[in-house]
């Protein structure tokens, strides 16, 4: 990445990260805390880094697939229901973007990714870790259950 | 190719885009990013971590607001010994040189301006504290229905010889009354003055030097808040030098930036000022430093250290992306710090501080690291907030969690102008043991 500087990568990148971690994990909090791990992740491992902005996307995406995992983890300990609970709280707020918040996180993502990032199918199963096919079904249940949701 | 699910598709893409705005903008996200975890800062990140984490930080205290001094000739504090010195940084971010002895100046008054409608009245601090009592002339003012104030911008300045330089952040606020007040309110007749009294919390005293105490009274109309009367006024003392530290002849005495203090930029610790204006340390280690009847106590004199806390060694190192020639923040509101923190070797994560842009308002900085991975949590490192400073100093604190350990690393962020950021004097500190 000799033609292009950390701090160019971090400068254009950055706000597009966030929008995508903040649909991703549904908090614009938790968004800002999983982009800044993943600049850092990315700063330390500059040199070895082909394609920054690529490497980004697929940072956030893991880590906010990773974030997921964690809270449902911490959501099982006592000591932090409480905090948890409020993290997860519903947001009050009616609609499309309610419904797309309340689909499940895989759902969520390939639509996101689809419609928002506008990658294709095989750059979404690649970043999720499935095959095309799944990423083709996942958005048409996505897609059905809003419909209902709207109707 | 992909299923078409007709209008659906479309709100979708509609409805991502919008959503998308409303991040760009800062609409706020629900609960999660306006509630009161958004406020403080951390312990929504500590959730994400561990549960277990999130006791440990609500135990972890709320720093006080900073205040700092602005542009060419703003400090940079290093080390926080008596001999320590305070070096402004000019224009190309060099570090002027600070008289730490200099006799006070000549011409000193009491308090000034004589003329004007307020007399400022201030001690010497005492434990980083100074009582401070404002006396308003009622006759003085403009009209009867004028009032008072202090502008909570305060700051004590050293003098080096040839001018006074911001010295002490105040971080403290009056815990007197600073808002507007009818001058008759605190009117003591037959005197016709009012007296304002209050105190001033210092980040940082017991340096060696002439001092005084800048602050702006402000008389303004009851009705007409923009008609006022601003008076900066100053109250002055002196700490000695301690004997044992004072230059003898032909002597040099290194502080601890490096600096000689005498001004001969003999330099012998570990910090160095570089021409772009980046402040560097290495970590500094004695065992000097630490306190034998509170082992996991660092004194403050040990910057960058590597400290054992719980069984636990932690090495904590910084690496400043300054921006050249750009503000300290960036547009985004990122303040280009990244530090990483080690512990027992190991680290796949560290922590960079900046400013969230929707708690700017609030007046809010905060910090936060993790140490190993997010879905398994055992060390984590998260600051509490701060208040912005663009450019100042400020103290942090920073809560190591451990199981079942619990101490803190605390430090002093500096933000200098041009981008010139130091992280100094980390210190590790117990739940409560040594507070006996």
Same mark, same amino acid.
């Given at each position: 990445?000799?033609?292009?500087?950390?701090?160019?990568?971090?400068?254009?990148?950055?706000?597009?990260?966030?929008?995508?971690?903040?649909?991703?994990?549904?908090?614009?909090?938790?968004?800002?805390?999983?982009?800044?791990?993943?600049?850092?992740?990315?700063?330390?491992?500059?040199?070895?880094?082909?394609?920054?902005?690529?490497?980004?996307?697929?940072?956030?995406?893991?880590?906010?697939?990773?974030?997921?995992?964690?809270?449902?983890?911490?959501?099982?300990?006592?000591?932090?229901?409480?905090?948890?609970?409020?993290?997860?709280?519903?947001?009050?707020?009616?609609?499309?973007?309610?419904?797309?918040?309340?689909?499940?996180?895989?759902?969520?993502?390939?639509?996101?990714?689809?419609?928002?990032?506008?990658?294709?199918?095989?750059?979404?199963?690649?970043?999720?870790?499935?095959?095309?096919?799944?990423?083709?079904?996942?958005?048409?249940?996505?897609?059905?259950?809003?419909?209902?949701?709207?109707? | 190719?992909?299923?078409?699910?007709?209008?659906?598709?479309?709100?979708?893409?509609?409805?991502?885009?919008?959503?998308?705005?409303?991040?760009?903008?800062?609409?706020?996200?629900?609960?999660?990013?306006?509630?009161?975890?958004?406020?403080?800062?951390?312990?929504?990140?500590?959730?994400?971590?561990?549960?277990?984490?999130?006791?440990?930080?609500?135990?972890?205290?709320?720093?006080?607001?900073?205040?700092?001094?602005?542009?060419?000739?703003?400090?940079?504090?290093?080390?926080?010994?008596?001999?320590?010195?305070?070096?402004?940084?000019?224009?190309?971010?060099?570090?002027?040189?600070?008289?730490?002895?200099?006799?006070?100046?000549?011409?000193?008054?009491?308090?000034?301006?004589?003329?004007?409608?307020?007399?400022?009245?201030?001690?010497?601090?005492?434990?980083?504290?100074?009582?401070?009592?404002?006396?308003?002339?009622?006759?003085?003012?403009?009209?009867?229905?004028?009032?008072?104030?202090?502008?909570?911008?305060?700051?004590?300045?050293?003098?080096?010889?040839?001018?006074?330089?911001?010295?002490?952040?105040?971080?403290?606020?009056?815990?007197?009354?600073?808002?507007?007040?009818?001058?008759?309110?605190?009117?003591?007749?037959?005197?016709?003055?009012?007296?304002?009294?209050?105190?001033?919390?210092?980040?940082?005293?017991?340096?060696?030097?002439?001092?005084?105490?800048?602050?702006?009274?402000?008389?303004?109309?009851?009705?007409?808040?923009?008609?006022?009367?601003?008076?900066?006024?100053?109250?002055?003392?002196?700490?000695?030098?301690?004997?044992?530290?004072?230059?003898?002849?032909?002597?040099?005495?290194?502080?601890?930036?490096?600096?000689?203090?005498?001004?001969?930029?003999?330099?012998?610790?570990?910090?160095? /000022?570089?021409?772009?204006?980046?402040? #560097? &340390?290495?970590?500094? +280690?004695?065992?000097? *430093?630490? !306190?034998? @009847?509170? %082992?996991?106590?660092?004194?403050?004199?040990?910057?960058?250290?590597?400290?054992?806390?719980?069984?636990?060694?932690?090495?904590?190192?910084?690496?400043?992306?300054?921006?050249?020639?750009?503000?300290?923040?960036?547009?985004?509101?990122?303040?280009?710090?990244?530090?990483?923190?080690?512990?027992?070797?190991?680290?796949?994560?560290?922590?960079?501080?900046?400013?969230?842009?929707?708690?700017?308002?609030?007046?809010?900085?905060?910090?936060?690291?993790?140490?190993?991975?997010?879905?398994? /949590?055992?060390?984590?490192?998260?600051? #509490? &907030?701060?208040?912005? +400073?663009?450019?100042? *100093?400020? !103290?942090? @604190?920073? %809560?190591?969690?451990?199981?079942?350990?619990?101490?803190?690393?605390?430090?002093?962020?500096?933000?200098?102008?041009?981008?010139?950021?130091?992280?100094?004097?980390?210190?590790?500190?117990?739940?409560?043991?040594?507070?006996?």
């Amino acid at each position: 990445v000799d033609h292009v500087s950390f701090e160019d990568v971090y400068d254009g990148q950055r706000q597009a990260a966030i929008r995508l971690a903040t649909m991703l994990t549904g908090s614009r909090a938790a968004a800002e805390e999983i982009v800044q791990d993943v600049f850092l992740r990315v700063h330390l491992r500059w040199h070895e880094v082909e394609h920054p902005p690529a490497y980004v996307r697929q940072a956030v995406v893991n880590a906010c697939h990773s974030h997921r995992r964690g809270q449902e983890r911490a959501s099982r300990r006592e000591a932090s229901v409480a905090v948890v609970e409020a993290v997860h709280d519903p947001v009050p707020d009616h609609g499309l973007r309610a419904a797309l918040r309340a689909l499940p996180d895989r759902q969520r993502a390939v639509l996101v990714l689809r419609y928002f990032e506008d990658l294709p199918d095989e750059e979404i199963a690649r970043l999720l870790g499935c095959r095309r096919a799944t990423v083709r079904s996942t958005a048409r249940r996505a897609l059905q259950q809003l419909r209902e949701v709207v109707a | 190719m992909r299923d078409d699910l007709g209008p659906i598709e479309d709100r979708v893409r509609r409805e991502l885009a919008a959503w998308g705005n409303d991040i760009d903008r800062g609409v706020p996200e629900g609960p999660a990013a306006r509630g009161p975890h958004a406020s403080v800062g951390r312990p929504r990140v500590l959730a994400i971590a561990a549960g277990v984490l999130v006791v440990a930080l609500v135990g972890g205290g709320v720093v006080a607001v900073a205040a700092g001094g602005d542009g060419p000739g703003d400090e940079v504090v290093a080390g926080d010994d008596s001999s320590a010195t305070s070096a402004p940084v000019d224009d190309d971010g060099a570090v002027e040189p600070v008289e730490a002895c200099a006799p006070p100046p000549a011409d000193q008054p009491a308090s000034d301006p004589a003329s004007s409608a307020f007399a400022l009245d201030a001690a010497a601090p005492v434990d980083g504290r100074i009582a401070v009592e404002v006396t308003a002339d009622l006759l003085r003012l403009p009209g009867p229905d004028w009032g008072i104030s202090w502008d909570d911008h305060a700051v004590v300045q050293q003098w080096t010889g040839s001018e006074w330089i911001d010295a002490y952040a105040v971080t403290g606020i009056f815990t007197g009354d600073p808002a507007w007040a009818p001058l008759g309110e605190n009117a003591v007749d037959p005197d016709r003055t009012s007296i304002h009294e209050g105190t001033i919390v210092l980040a940082d005293d017991g340096r060696a030097g002439a001092f005084r105490l800048a602050l702006d009274a402000v008389a303004s109309a009851a009705l007409e808040p923009d008609q006022q009367v601003r008076t900066t006024l100053h109250a002055y003392w002196t700490v000695p030098c301690d004997p044992v530290t004072e230059p003898g002849p032909g002597e040099t005495i290194t502080s601890s930036d490096g600096v000689a203090p005498n001004g001969t930029g003999e330099t012998t610790g570990p910090t160095s /000022v570089t021409e772009e204006s980046t402040v #560097t &340390e290495e970590p500094v +280690v004695t065992e000097e *430093t630490v !306190d034998p @009847a509170c %082992p996991w106590v660092v004194d403050e004199a040990a910057r960058f250290a590597s400290v054992e806390v719980g069984g636990h060694t932690v090495t904590f190192s910084w690496e400043a992306q300054v921006v050249p020639d750009g503000p300290t923040y960036t547009d985004d509101g990122v303040l280009d710090v990244v530090a990483t923190i080690v512990v027992d070797g190991r680290s796949n994560s560290g922590f960079t501080g900046y400013e969230r842009s929707d708690l700017a308002a609030q007046g809010m900085f905060w910090w936060g690291a993790a140490l190993g991975d997010w879905d398994d /949590v055992d060390v984590a490192v998260f600051a #509490t &907030e701060r208040a912005p +400073v663009p450019t100042g *100093t400020t !103290d942090l @604190a920073f %809560p190591l969690v451990t199981s079942p350990v619990i101490p803190e690393l605390g430090g002093r962020l500096i933000v200098g102008p041009a981008g010139t950021i130091a992280i100094d004097t980390i210190v590790a500190e117990g739940p409560q043991a040594c507070d006996g």
